[in-house]
């Protein structure tokens, strides 16, 4: 069983694997879809939904001083502040009839080198 096992590791530590999903993530936000393995992809799926909320609330929101909050919460999990800003002014209002599942997680075969799966990671 798989109790409190919150996370993928994906054979890397920490901080390597922490950078490595917030790349990923400001990379499908400033792209629109990215090529990545599948497990890499289904990590980094909680990551931009998280993402995508704070800047739904942001987008929504009138006080500036909230803004800037919901803004400053979106950049510490991306560290990218021209993803940030893309994702506040035209990814985050583009969903903001959807209540979740922003992202799309298509697989398409195998990679040549070591045959590990890989998928297209895409907004939906």
Known sequence: MRHLNDHRKLNRTSAHRLAMLRNLAAAVIEHGRVTTTVPKAKEARRLVERCITLAK??????????????????????????????????????????????????????????????ALFELV
């Open 57 to 118: 609330k942001a987008s929504v929101e009138q006080d500036p001083a909230k803004k800037l909050h919901f803004k400053r919460e979106a950049m510490r999990h991306l560290h990218d502040l021209k993803a940030v800003t893309k994702l506040v002014d035209e990814v985050a209002p583009a969903y903001k009839n959807r209540v979740g599942g922003y992202t799309r997680i298509l697989k398409a075969g195998y990679r040549l080198g070591d045959r590990s799966p890989v």
